[in-house]
């Protein structure tokens, strides 16, 4: 797949890549807007070997304890092969060389099996160390945190559990403080000891919210908002695929319906003009919105039945069918609400349920998409 565009936000991070690391940066953005694109895109063909990265996925992770978070950020397995790291002179070695991503941190199993019985700060401290010997053997480490949606699921059933989040709600229990003890060790790492670059990528915007409006993170954090393109890159875009993928032109006018079936979403373009080399366009189109408009029904009658409650601040809060309606109403007329539009147990409902986006940093809600828009629009 050939990567378009995106000229600013790539500009954007490798400043930021570029000075030394001072703040923990957020890459946020709504659902397949590009961003696990954008930063790949950016580690591999975007920096010089004096950089080291290390990519950690929690995309099929449910992190619920400290075991599951070390099992998601450690690996025990040498680069591409499944012969095992023997012990720390084989961690250097992978630390040394090339450019090079280094999927998870390098571990040896001994070791590893050692940090499940010991102290989250222990993984910490093994952390620390690993990025230290980077730098000591001149490379500048990177941790990339990305929370990869899992889309087909996410289509199945709109509340799935969202990874990040979840470490969240260990903390609201009480259980075991981990988010925190994680973010702690973040501040750490870029604000006190400037040792390494950390980017977490997350579409969670509740998520982004909380650390946003979380007191002790304020002055520590640094948010990238990447956004579905806007009409006039979109359209670009689509003329890019469709030389890469149909051989043609589009005419104006398809562009302009594709645009008003999906917006900019890149993702939702992308599979637009895949199908489209072997359908019409407009089947593609509807059959897309049908699909969207289907859930969207059943997520509504499913309203009659079952009393959903959220979580503010620890106290669960009842939302019922008439707010939620009378929140999708604002939409008919217009794509971007206030935040202080909607009540914010509402909000947090169909932020939860993937309906709508929040963007802290503008105090404002969108539809996660304009498949999404284009299906309130016609179910309300
Ligand atoms: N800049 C881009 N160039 C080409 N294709 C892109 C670009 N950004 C996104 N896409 C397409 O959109 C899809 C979803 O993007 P992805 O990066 O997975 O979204 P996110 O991580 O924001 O959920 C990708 O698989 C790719 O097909
Ligand atoms: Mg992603």
Not at 320 to 333: D, G, P, Q, R, S
Request: hydrophobic content about 40%; aromatic content about 10%; charged content about 30%.
């Amino acid at each position: 797949m050939k990567f378009f565009n995106r000229e600013k936000e790539i500009f954007e991070i490798l400043s930021v890549l570029d000075e030394e690391p001072n703040n923990i940066y957020f890459i946020y953005g709504p659902i397949n807007s590009g961003k696990t694109t954008l930063i790949n895109h950016i580690i591999n063909n975007k920096l010089n070997d004096g950089y080291k990265v290390f990519y950690i996925n929690f995309r099929t992770l449910l992190i619920s304890e400290k075991k599951d978070f070390i099992e998601a950020i450690f690996t025990t397995k040498k680069e591409g092969i499944l012969e095992k790291i023997k012990d720390k002179s084989e961690v250097i070695n992978i630390l040394t060389k090339g450019v090079g991503i280094v999927t998870g941190i390098p571990i040896p199993e001994v070791e590893l099996n050692n940090l499940f019985e010991a102290r989250i700060n222990d993984a910490f401290q093994y952390l620390n160390d690993v990025l230290l010997e980077t730098k000591k053997c001149g490379k500048r480490p990177i941790i990339i945190f990305d929370v990869l949606e899992n889309f087909v699921f996410q289509n199945l059933c709109r509340s799935a559990p969202k990874n990040l989040q979840m470490i969240k709600e260990i903390t609201a229990n009480g259980q075991k403080y981990l988010l925190k003890e994680i973010f702690q060790f973040l501040v750490s790492l870029t604000k006190e000891q400037h040792l390494a670059h950390c980017l977490c990528l997350t579409s969670d915007s509740l998520f982004v919210e909380y650390v946003y409006n979380t007191g002790e993170l304020r002055g520590r954090v640094e948010y990238i908002f990447v956004d579905d393109f806007d009409k006039e890159i979109a359209l670009k875009f689509m003329d890019f695929l469709a030389e890469e993928k149909l051989n043609r032109k589009l005419s104006n006018d398809e562009k302009e319906l594709i645009y008003s079936y999906v917006g900019g979403k890149a993702k939702d373009i992308y599979d637009i003009i895949i199908k489209t080399a072997h359908k019409n366009l407009r089947d593609v189109l509807e059959e897309k919105l049908l699909n969207e408009v289907n859930i969207m029904e059943e997520f509504l009658r499913d309203l009659n039945y079952i009393k959903p409650e959220v979580n503010i601040r620890g106290q669960m809060i009842e939302v019922n069918k008439k707010e939620i309606m009378e929140a999708l109403e604002l939409f008919k007329k217009k794509y971007v609400v206030k935040l202080h539009d909607i009540p914010k147990h509402v909000y947090v409902y169909l932020i939860n349920e993937n309906i709508l986006f929040l963007n802290p940093q503008k105090g404002i809600l969108k539809p996660q998409s304009f498949l999404v828009w284009n299906a309130i629009k016609k179910v309300v």
